[in-house]
Each structure stands twice: as structure tokens, then as C-alpha cells.
């Protein structure tokens, strides 16, 4: 089998499952006790949360926030956000390239009486900051803007949306859950309030993520209850995973240099045999500014699940842009955000490497696109 579909999950890396084995066995004990066994899983959270904070460069570990992933993250970031402020304002100003956990949360707002904006990215798939400004109100209360978008790999310049932001005196909430572990960030440098993290996307375990919170920012629960980290998101934690995704993100950003160039160089080396080797090919997404390990292809005239298909048959595993629920492919909103003409949309499939993508693997699967583009397979 062929693993090109690292955007929707990563297989969990060994050492980090060895981490994780002790709290799941003999370490079983509740953070919140006051006896040794106690003890030993607060103390684990403690690094955990010390390992986050060094990952993203934030200032305290006070301000790390365990979640149960991605979602619940983007989730507590808008509605804790928009709840806190209504007295101040109801305009939040997102994109409408974002995850469903983004877009879903700002509909649910929006039918309680908020106003949105979605923001279109340019041709190559990037929301640019003239955007952003243009959108500003007096009555605006958030901004969030994903760092990196997770179907056709696009960067943005969330650097200088940050310091708008924070100029404008509006929160920016960046969902960073393609970049963590795979590009390089400072939530100080970026001027980022609120940024979402999730484990599984870099080699750690499912169903466990982070929010960042900048200290001092005033943000309402989303989940009440025996005020565990620090009242602010109640449920016993879930230590072994909590484990996981401290010892993930600090192995990633740790070898992130060298992995991204490698993985750089197998994404250019595919995007350039494609375009070489297959005429009507056509990539999505910006070939500057983008993931190391996104490759959006669109091959016209035939159909995306037909695309997936033949490449399952041939043992590869891949995806239809967003990864929707039971396997469904529904037009992408990224692609058709961009205004990709409908054939190209139909016919887009992404790649997405990760630590144990080959260049062999990836020859292999070129010539299988081959195969389907010339209609041999
Ligand atoms: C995967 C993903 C999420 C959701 O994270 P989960 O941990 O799976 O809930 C949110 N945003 C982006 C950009 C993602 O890629």
C-alpha cells in the first residue's frame, strides 16, 4: 500500500506510541489526585504542555489549552470568542477556503444573530492581506484565517495578517492544523491570538489536539464542568494522548528542517514529472508559497472518483481534496472558491506526504496517474 493521504491522517509514530504505553498501563492515575500516581500524570501534562509551548514559541505554558483535536480547537477559538465580545461587536471576518470545523462554526454563529464575511482567495488559492483589510469594520470582533489550507496546500501571509490584526485591535485566530509540525511557527513573531493544533495531522495520535490562548485574552468555555486546565476546559484529561502529541510535535519540529526539504524536493519532483509527463495536467493551489507535502492535481475530463478509484485498484491511497464523511465526494468549496473552471474541480484528487513517503512510491504512483490519464488502467 501506497500512503499519500497524510492531510487526512498520519500513521502514529513508534517512539511516540512508546511514550504513550506507561500512561495507558501502570501510570493510570487522575492529574487532578493528590498522591504520587496523581502526581506522575500531572507531571506529564506539564511537559506536554512545556513541549507545546516551545513548538510555537509562546511565551508561557499558561497559555497551551489540551483539546480533543482540531475541530473541538476551532470550535472553543470562534464561539469562545464571539460570546465574549458581542457586547463589542458581531462581524467576524473568515475565508471561504477554511476547514468545516471554521465554516460550520461561523454558520452556527451566524444563524445566532452574527455577521460573517467570507474572504475569496485569489487563483492560487492564497487570501491575500488587501483582502482581509478591505473586510474591516468597527463592529469586527475576530478574524481567523487558516494558516495553511489543507486541500490544495496554499500558505498565507498570516504574518502580516497577524500584525493588521493587531494594529485594528482585532483577535486573530488561525487554524494551524496543516502547519504545525511541517512549517516553522512563532505565535510572537506572527502577532496570532488563538491558534488550533491537532496531533494526528503530524505523526501523533487521533482525538487529541491544543488551542493556543495569548494570556490575558478573554475567551468563554466551551465545555464546562470539574474545571480541569484551569477552568477554562473541563473532562478528565487525556493523558496518554496529551503524552503523544508532546513528544510528536517536539520530534517534528525537531527534525523539520531537514524533513521539509526532503519532502520539498519529492513534492517538486512529482508536481515536475506530472506537468512533463501528462500535457492536460493541471496543479492547484499557489507552487510558491505552499505545504512541502501538497500535491492538487486536476486531471480534466475525468471524474475525481473515477481518479480515486483506479488508484485504490492499484493499492494507493490518496483523496478527492477534502476528506468528507463515509468516503463522499462533494464538490470541493476550495477549488470552487478559487474559481477553477468546473471541469478542473471535478477532476482534482490531492496527494499529501509525510514521514515515510519514498521517492519510489512516488514514481510508482505517477505512473499510475499516467495509466488513468491515458486511459490504460
Ligand atoms: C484535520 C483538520 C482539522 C480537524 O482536526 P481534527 O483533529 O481531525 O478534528 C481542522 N482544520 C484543518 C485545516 C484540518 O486539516
Known amino acids: 500500500m501506497i500512503y499519500l493521504d497524510n492531510a487526512a491522517t498520519t ?50 505554558t ?10 473541538e480547537s476551532d470550535n472553543w477559538a470562534i464561539k469562545g470568542i464571539a460570546y465574549a465580545n458581542r457586547q463589542k461587536g458581531r462581524h467576524i471576518i473568515t475565508s471561504a477556503i477554511e ?45 481567523s484565517i487558516m494558516w495553511a489550507n489543507n486541500e490544495m496546500g496554499a500558505i498565507n501571509p498570516i504574518g502580516q495578517i497577524g500584525k493588521f490584526a493587531r494594529q485594528q485591535g482585532i483577535c486573530f485566530h488561525t487554524d494551524a492544523v496543516q502547519a504545525a509540525g511541517h512549517l516553522s511557527i512563532n505565535v510572537e513573531q506572527e502577532n496570532i491570538d488563538l491558534l488550533s493544533i491537532s496531533a494526528h495531522k503530524f505523526h501523533g495520535p487521533k482525538g487529541v489536539g491544543a488551542l493556543y490562548v ?33 513528544e510528536a510535535i517536539h520530534l517534528a519540529v525537531q527534525e523539520l528542517p531537514k524533513e521539509a526539504e526532503r519532502i520539498m524536493k519529492l513534492r517538486d519532483h512529482m508536481i515536475k514529472r506530472i506537468l512533463n509527463e501528462i500535457p492536460n495536467a493541471r496543479i492547484n493551489g499557489s507552487t510558491i508559497n505552499r505545504l512541502p507535502g501538497n500535491v492538487n492535481v486536476s486531471l480534466p475530463g475525468i471524474r475525481s472518483e473515477i481518479i480515486l478509484f483506479k488508484m485504490d485498484m492499484a493499492g494507493i491511497a490518496c483523496s478527492g481534496g477534502s476528506a468528507c464523511t463515509a468516503g463522499a465526494i462533494g464538490k470541493s468549496h476550495v477549488l470552487t472558491a478559487m474559481e477553477l473552471e468546473e471541469e478542473r474541480v471535478s477532476s482534482a484528487i490531492r496527494f499529501s506526504f509525510g514521514l515515510y513517503t519514498t521517492l519510489e512510491e512516488i514514481d510508482q504512483t505517477v505512473e499510475q496517474l499516467k495509466n488513468i490519464a491515458f486511459l490504460k488502467n
Open 214 to 246: 495569548r494570556e490575558g485574552l478573554k475567551l468563554e468555555n466551551l465545555i464546562n464542568g470539574g474545571a480541569q486546565e484551569r477552568g477554562k476546559r473541563s473532562g478528565t484529561e487525556n493523558v496518554p494522548a496529551i503524552v503523544g502529541l508532546g
Open 62 to 71: 499558561r497559555e497551551i489549552f489540551f483539546t480533543s483535536g482540531g475541530t
Open 11 to 60: 500513521r502514529l509514530r513508534p517512539e511516540v506510541l512508546q511514550i504513550m504505553l506507561p500512561y495507558m498501563e501502570e501510570e493510570y492515575g487522575n492529574a487532578s489526585g493528590g498522591y504520587a500516581l496523581a502526581r506522575s500524570a500531572h507531571g506529564a501534562l506539564d511537559r506536554a504542555r512545556e513541549q507545546l509551548k516551545n513548538a510555537i514559541h509562546a511565551k508561557k
Open 99 to 143: 476547514h468545516h470545523a471554521v465554516l460550520e462554526t461561523c454558520g452556527f454563529l451566524q444563524k445566532e444573530g452574527f455577521e460573517i464575511t467570507y474572504l475569496r482567495p485569489g487563483k492560487d488559492g492564497i487570501i491575500s492581506l488587501d483582502a482581509v483589510r478591505e473586510a474591516v469594520r468597527p463592529d469586527t470582533i475576530l478574524i
